[in-house]
């Protein structure tokens, strides 16, 4: 029969422990002092099945944005899922490459800009005036034809981004046009990200919906103040 100590060794205790001993370990001790020097650091020759506990390590260690790159998407997707395991509830995004090649002239699909822009906000929240350093840094996958794709400017970026807080006086229409500015499509209802819906309230305020880079869609209320969690569009 298993012990009562046996029952509650569970898989992230394991986790835990097998980090612990990696951040404890002496070479371990060196390498975290030459990132921390800016050491340019030469291939590790670390075997394949230990590389993502000891990036899991320098990422707990470090809590600072870290970037793997791999040499295509599938491998990334794999690594993306797999850090799950040992990053537990960590921030963890995938960079996905543009869907188009190169050379077609084609549309990106929904899917691929909304993983890139929740990438780009994860990393955006270290620069945005007010919004605080993040309690835990993400780590971010992304194959290399993904960062060669070009992006806006992060100053650009960064001027799209608006924090709203509670309690936050804001004019509706100057809000609106906001949006609009930024990339934002008025609808009737959100279905999907970047839309926003004006619903005439029961209280005779005004409701919007917005679908931003979020899992969830936003809702905010406008009575005499606007009444919400903060949140950032971008």
């Known amino acids: 029969e298993q012990s009562d100590e046996s029952l509650q060794w569970g898989p992230t205790k394991r986790i835990s422990s097998v980090i612990e001993w990696l951040t404890d370990f002496p070479p371990f001790h060196d390498l975290m002092s ?13 075997m394949r ?3 993502l506990a000891l990036e899991a390590a320098i990422h707990f260690q470090l809590n600072e944005p870290v970037l793997i790159l791999t040499d295509r998407a599938d491998h990334a997707l794999t690594i993306h899922d797999e850090l799950r395991f040992w990053l537990g509830n960590g921030k963890r995004h995938l960079f ?18 909304q993983e890139r822009l929740q990438s780009l906000t994860a990393l955006a929240a270290y620069h945005i005036p007010g919004a605080g350093k993040p309690k835990s840094a993400p780590i971010l996958v992304a194959p290399v034809r993904a960062v060669m794709a070009r992006t806006m400017p992060r100053r650009d970026f960064l001027k799209a981004s608006r924090m709203i807080r509670m309690g936050q006086a804001l004019k509706l ?10 990339g934002y499509s008025p609808s ?13 309230a029961a209280n005779n305020g005004l ?28």
């Open 207 to 234: 409701l919007a919906d917005i679908a931003n880079v979020g899992r969830l869609p936003r809702r905010v209320q406008f009575l005499h103040l606007i009444h919400f969690q903060s949140l950032i569009l971008s």
């Open 96 to 113: 996905p490459e543009p869907n188009p090649l190169f050379y077609e002239q084609a549309a990106w699909g929904n899917h691929t800009r």
């Open 173 to 182: 229409e100057g809000l609106v046009q906001n949006w609009v500015e930024i």
């Open 49 to 51: 099945p230990a590389r």
């Open 34 to 46: 030459d990132l921390y020097s800016g050491k340019r650091i030469a291939s590790l020759g670390i």
């Open 188 to 200: 009737d209802t959100v279905l999907e990200t970047g839309q926003f819906a004006r619903i005439e």
